[in-house]
């Protein structure tokens, strides 16, 4: 299991990251206790990315048990320093199930507080490693959008004051180190900015979409990854499973997340996007490859790329997940992967 060093710390990762945002919903505690135990024991895997919100999709009735059932294990295996943990406070929202006076979600310094002492307690451990904005303040487009908007800059806490909400907690010791998801190039600068001059600690990761067929990270975060190590936690690296083949020609698995929850992948359903896919899962097997491996694998070898979010329901899952990275990526598949690139421009933003 490849190594890779999380921003400019000295933590090292495995290049491969637990997702589990399933757990709690489609998986029990049992089944995530299961996926735990192969994932470090066997395969040796060290980072487990998880959040206040989990599980998907995000509800009053389950809020926290992802947390709760990480928690658990991390108790019964009493062993935690060789793990890497990462979590991640709630963006803007109308989720008031999240907060315990029953507020909207804003990353303010209270809200801050309460959500780490809250992760803290469902993971039964003294620190997170990794604490994430799961998305931004700021009441910007955030999901599957294609153009940008104006907001109203006024309604926003500074980015400043959430900074120093985290440095309070890295200064404690309740968390090691911090970290973006979903953000914006503007914002991830920013935040490098203020850290800089105030001596607070630097964001080391983004966690975005990115796949085959949501490449906006290309763009301009990329560069950012690279020249300022705030490297890319890639999530939904299968497309929500669509780069799986699954549900190819209009198949729908029962118990597939399509299935359960098919208003969560319309940004794999927009003008474009099911072309692009049929021309990945093709491309993978004229390659002699599952669409599985042709797609994690992909994923992987991007030099901005710390570590790529797997996740799965069953073990069977993610046992192809992970034994996806084994192949080795060669130059006919990158110019595969340029190819499509080419051809569809990232049309699953």
């Known amino acids: 299991m490849e190594l890779r060093t999380l921003g ?41 990315d998880t959040a206040e919100m989990y599980p998907v999709p995000g509800d009053s009735r389950t809020q926290g048990r992802t947390e709760t059932y990480i928690g658990t294990w991390l108790k019964a295996r009493a062993k935690r320093d060789d793990l890497v943990i990462a979590t991640k406070v709630t963006g803007r929202s109308a989720m008031t199930w999240c907060r315990d006076d029953g507020s909207n979600p804003r990353h303010t310094r209270a809200q801050i507080d309460e959500a780490v002492e809250k992760s803290l307690r469902r993971l039964q451990t003294d620190y997170i490693d990794l604490y ?24 926003m806490v500074p980015l400043e004051d959430i900074l120093e909400s985290l440095n309070r907690h890295v200064e404690k010791g ?32 983004n966690q975005c979409v990115y796949n085959l067929v949501s490449r906006r990270h290309d763009y301009a975060s990329a560069e950012i990854s690279m020249r300022e190590q705030v490297g890319l936690l890639a999530y939904s690296p299968l497309a929500q499973g669509y780069l799986t083949g699954k549900y190819d020609n209009g198949a729908l698995p029962e118990k597939s ?24 899962n093709d491309t993978a097997r004229r390659l002699g490859l599952t669409p599985t491996q042709f797609a994690l694998k992909f994923v992987e070898s991007r030099a901005f790329v710390t570590s790529n979010i797997i996740g799965a329901t069953t073990m069977e899952q993610l046992k192809e997940n992970i034994d996806a990275h084994d192949i080795e990526w060669t130059d006919e598949m990158e110019r595969e992967s340029r190819r499509i690139q080419k051809e569809h421009r990232s049309p699953c933003p």
């Open 257 to 280: 997340r399509k299935a359960l929850f098919s208003q969560f992948l319309g940004r794999y359903e927009g003008a474009g996007g099911q072309e692009a896919i049929a021309d990945c």
């Open 8 to 48: 400019r710390t000295d933590l090292k990762v495995t290049s491969i990251c637990l997702g589990t945002m399933t757990w709690g919903e489609q998986n029990t505690e049992a089944e995530a206790h299961e996926q735990l135990n192969y994932a470090t024991a066997e395969r040796g895997i060290n980072f487990i």
């Open 132 to 155: 994430q904005l799961h998305w931004p303040d700021r009441n910007i487009p955030a999901f599957g959008f294609h153009a940008y908007y104006d907001y109203d800059e006024s309604d």
């Open 174 to 205: 309740n968390i090691r180190h911090i970290g973006v998801s979903n953000e914006h190039p503007w914002a991830v600068m920013k935040f490098l900015a203020i850290a800089e001059a105030r001596g607070w600690p630097r964001m080391v990761s």
